[in-house]
């Protein structure tokens, strides 16, 4: 049971305990708590909704943020693909700034082997790439 139930559950008790109490003291106090526990009820539903608000609200912007993710990757693969399609066509420097560029993305320990694999694509087509022009 979530806490502010059990805040409401007794302040309903107090309710009825200040509603048979024989003395206007003994009434006084058992509204006084009701009213109290009433209040913490609240607060504690209050913080209950903003919880849950806020766990969807992230959950929102993680799936923004995954559809943001995909959409840029699926720019940079395009972007990718066309600078293949006109590599042998870059001047000689442009190409090695390319490669020096793509080369160092990602973390340091990554890097010869990132360099090694950009190598070998681009020399198994290196003679592939450009003859689709129109």
């Known amino acids: 049971m979530f806490k502010f139930l059990q805040y409401r559950a007794k302040a309903a008790a107090y309710g009825e305990l200040a509603k048979s109490s024989p003395g206007k003291d003994d009434t006084r106090k058992f509204e006084k708590l009701q009213d109290s526990l009433a209040s913490r009820a609240d607060n504690e539903q209050v913080l209950a909704d903003q919880y849950v608000d806020a766990v969807n609200a992230g959950e929102t912007e993680r799936l923004r943020g995954a559809a943001l993710a995909a959409e840029e990757e699926r720019v940079l693969r395009c972007l990718g693909a066309a600078v293949i399609m006109q ?3 870059l001047p000689t420097t442009l190409q090695r700034e390319i490669f020096d560029t ?21 020399h198994k087509h290196k003679h592939d790439v450009g003859s689709h022009k129109a």
Not at 102 to 122: C, D, I, P
Request: positive net charge.
């Open 102 to 122: 793509a080369g160092s993305v990602g973390t340091l320990l990554e890097t010869a082997a990132l360099r090694g694999q950009l190598a070998r694509f681009l």
């Open 87 to 89: 590599w042998n066509s």
